[in-house]
């Protein structure tokens, strides 16, 4: 017994010195902060960088390559464009071109990235961002020529370009009946005493 409690006394030591000769602060694991953009942006624009915040320097400064491509950093559907890094804890990625509309992107930082301190990203970190989908802004009608009589056209605004075909898949109209009360003819209209008096070629209601 006497050995046992022996044992666990000195391995109990053993650890607590093991952990007190670590520098301070290794035990904190590399975290993403923040990242973006998220979710549905409301323009496109808002796309035009995609940023990812670390909890500490990831470089050291001065020490930036020429041609920096984070093989930790991946963005599906695959996008060409340039990386930069904002002061040493934010990574920045720029598409070359503009992105398309409707689309949705997933951003992955792989686990295992190093900081400049040596702590490591304990586990991936994803984030995902859509451009914006297919809104219908605004409807309109009328009937060429102002006739009750004609077909009416009907125009639909949307966000941005559409297939007229596609749209038309999904596109139900239909009339609806509302009530109908006829209009007094005003008095005192040109024409009026002419048909008081019955005159010839006086125009009839």
Known sequence: MHNRLLLALVAGLLSG???LAQPPGTRTPLRVVSAGPAGEV???EEANEVRVVFSESMIALGRVPARLRPPF???TPAVT???RWSGTTILTFTPAHKLPMATKYEVTIDAGVAAASGRRLASPYSFSFTTPTVKLLQTQW???GG?????PIILLRFNQPV?????A????????PHPFAAVARPRGLPGDDARAAGEPGAARD
Do not use: M, Q, W
């Open 17 to 19: 010195g093991a952990a």
């Open 42 to 44: 409301a323009a496109v």
């Open 73 to 75: 950093f991946h963005i």
């Open 81 to 83: 464009g340039t990386f």
């Open 142 to 144: 009328y009937r060429p």
């Open 147 to 151: 006739r009750f009589d004609a077909e």
């Open 163 to 167: 297939n007229a075909d596609e749209v």
């Open 169 to 176: 898949t999904h596109l139900k109209a239909a009339f609806s």
